[in-house]
């Protein structure tokens, strides 16, 4: 069961701030053909609002294969991927209702608890965020005296010229 959660565990991926499974990922784990799996989910769209499922952008879907490393099983497909967040998963459940997708829903919800608490755990992670926030203060005051200096050097150059008095013959 250990290593069963840890496959799941890294096919979670964070995509636009969320938790989220992969539509060919899940298609698998339920063994059940990808196009079939989003066949059943648009038989049932009420269920799946953008908050529970949404189609990955291009840009999306290539960053997630290049900083994931994701294979070739996912080539070939001719529409961007669907990705499931936690509440869009547990709502497969009640579309593929099969003994095989209660079980795989069971693990994967497990996966995800798993890493929440794994996260929450994290009790040096405020420390580390105040951390950088003060470097982050420190860095921007000293930038701030460096962009005001040319803010004011620009200033300087967009004022009017000073009137001079003219010397030699007026015309």
Do not use: C
Request: proline share 2%; hydrophobic share 45%.
């Amino acid at each position: 069961m250990a290593n069963e959660l840890k496959h799941i565990q890294n096919m979670i991926y964070e995509i636009r701030g969320q938790r989220v499974m992969i539509d060919s990922d899940l298609a698998a784990l339920y063994n059940v053909e990808t196009f079939n799996l989003n066949k059943a989910v648009k038989r049932n769209s009420e269920r799946f609002p953008d908050d529970f499922m949404f189609q990955l952008t291009k840009e999306e879907w290539e960053n997630l294969i290049f900083q994931n490393g994701i294979s070739n099983k996912h080539g070939g497909r001719r529409f961007l991927p669907y990705a499931f967040t936690e509440q869009g998963v547990a709502m497969l459940a009640a579309v593929l209702n099969s003994p095989k997708a209660i079980n795989v829903n069971i693990n994967i919800m497990r996966a995800f608890v798993k890493m929440r608490l794994y996260v929450l755990s994290q009790d040096n992670t405020n420390e580390q965020i105040a951390e950088l926030r003060k470097l982050l203060m420190l860095y921007i005051e000293k930038n701030d005296k460096r962009v005001n200096d040319i803010i004011i050097a620009l200033n300087n150059l967009i004022e009017q010229p000073k009137k001079t008095k003219r010397i030699g013959f007026a015309t």
